[in-house]
Structures are given as structure tokens and as C-alpha cells.
């Protein structure tokens, strides 16, 4: 059987688990321009994660990463953003 596969599935952090996957996987597509796939479309128990796909070049996993270091730098100001859309 394989002992690895093209795709990592991580858990969102815990300041995000309020919004869910798909918001966070689309909050992170904006503001980091870094594209995952929400657990939750992977059924019931895929919410509370995300499936990251390693499919591209290490150059630009690279830059994914760096990017998503950027967004968890101002993720208060991101988290207050959509908790006050949510208000609305």
C-alpha cells in the first residue's frame, strides 16, 4: 500500500473553527491567494479541516506557505472582518 499521497489534510486552526471550512478556505483564497479544498465537502467528518494538495512545484508550495505565515500574522483583523460581516 502507498506510504504517501499528493494530498495533506490539516486542521483548521482553532481561532477559524467558528467560520468553518468553506469559509476559511475562501477567506484564505482572498486574503493569502493560497487555494485549498474545504473538509467539508468531503462529507460530515471532513468539516473542521482542509485538504491541501502538494501537486505543484516546490517553488510555489514555497510561496503558499509564506503567504499563509502572512495571513496568520493578521488574523485577528481577518477574524473581526468576518465576524462583523456576519453581524450584518
Given amino acids: 500500500s502507498p506510504k504517501a499521497t ?3 489534510w490539516a486542521p483548521i486552526p482553532e ?3 467558528e467560520m468553518g471550512s468553506m469559509e476559511f478556505a475562501k477567506l ?3 486574503e493569502a ?6 473538509g467539508v465537502g ?12 502538494l ?3 516546490e517553488q510555489r508550495i514555497r510561496q503558499a506557505i509564506r503567504n499563509i505565515k502572512k495571513f496568520m500574522a493578521h488574523k485577528d483583523e481577518f477574524i473581526a472582518q468576518w465576524q462583523a460581516k456576519q453581524k450584518k
Fill in 6 to 8: 499528493m494530498f495533506a
Fill in 15 to 17: 481561532e477559524f473553527k
Fill in 42 to 53: 468531503f462529507g460530515e467528518y471532513g468539516e473542521g479541516f482542509v485538504r491541501i494538495g
Fill in 28 to 30: 484564505l483564497l482572498t
Fill in 55 to 57: 501537486v505543484e512545484n
Fill in 33 to 38: 491567494k493560497v487555494s485549498l479544498s474545504p
